[in-house]
């Protein structure tokens, strides 16, 4: 069974471009979580969808992200205008949000790097 | 909200020891409690987990302890193998809760 799919799985980029990370979730999962993962801050939840619809955005930083979820096998983390500060390894999970508790899935990450 | 405070940050052993990893966890309402294990290039995986219910749970030569009272939960490997060698990280979640909220980590080496 294929996991969770992200692309790009390195990504470099100049402060102010435009970046947009991918994440294909497990088939069937109705589920997905965008995290970023910094050795000052550790495994932080930006957002996740439910349903393709966005429960909880608490964690995105600031207006320069976005999250969609257009349909249930596919998501987007874009930031605009990106920033050095950026610089992170983001992961995509999901879940089935069945029986609880609901086991997440993460998929490899992408290493964004933003010069 | 919750918080989780995992330690130590960094455990070096060699090959046959033991490892322990201790979390702690701020919300008393929090009852689920899984363990996730990071390999280099990889993104976690879900290794072990435990419900307030019970005390301890055991997979082989992992498992994990919880202390309601003292609100911390642990995990614990023994005879551990260089493959074993990753980054550690516990979290905990309540019924019917979907976000997870993750301790810093813990990179364990094992040493042959």
């Known amino acids: 069974d294929a996991g969770v799919i992200q692309s790009p799985r390195h990504e470099v980029t100049e402060m102010g471009q435009e970046v947009t990370l991918r994440c294909k979730p497990i088939s069937g999962h109705n589920s997905l979580f965008w995290y970023r993962q910094t050795m000052m801050r550790g495994l932080e939840l930006l957002i996740y969808f439910n349903n393709n619809v966005p429960i909880d955005d608490s964690g995105m930083p600031e207006d320069r992200f976005s999250a969609k979820m257009p349909n249930a096998s596919f998501s987007t983390l874009k930031i605009q205008p990106s920033e050095p500060r950026d610089s992170a390894v983001y992961f995509c999970?999901?879940?089935?949000?069945?029986?609880?508790?609901?086991?997440?899935?993460f998929g490899p990450g992408t290493r964004l790097t933003v010069t | 909200g919750e918080n989780v405070e995992q330690h130590p940050s960094t455990l070096s052993v060699q090959e046959g020891d033991s490892a322990v990893i201790k979390c702690t966890y701020s919300?008393?309402?929090?009852?689920?409690f899984p363990w996730y294990k990071q390999e280099l290039g990889k993104g976690p995986q879900l290794i072990i987990d435990i419900r307030s219910n019970v005390g301890e749970k055991k997979d082989q030569r992992i498992a994990v302890t919880l202390n309601k009272t003292a609100k911390h939960f642990s995990l614990h490997i023994t005879e551990t193998q260089p493959e074993d060698s990753a980054v550690y990280f516990c979290a905990a979640s309540q019924t019917g809760f979907q976000k997870l909220v993750f301790g810093t980590g813990t990179r364990l080496l094992v040493s042959p």
């Open positions: 919300d008393s309402a929090s009852n689920y």
């Open positions: 999970a999901s879940s089935l949000a069945g029986a609880w508790p609901y086991e997440q899935y």
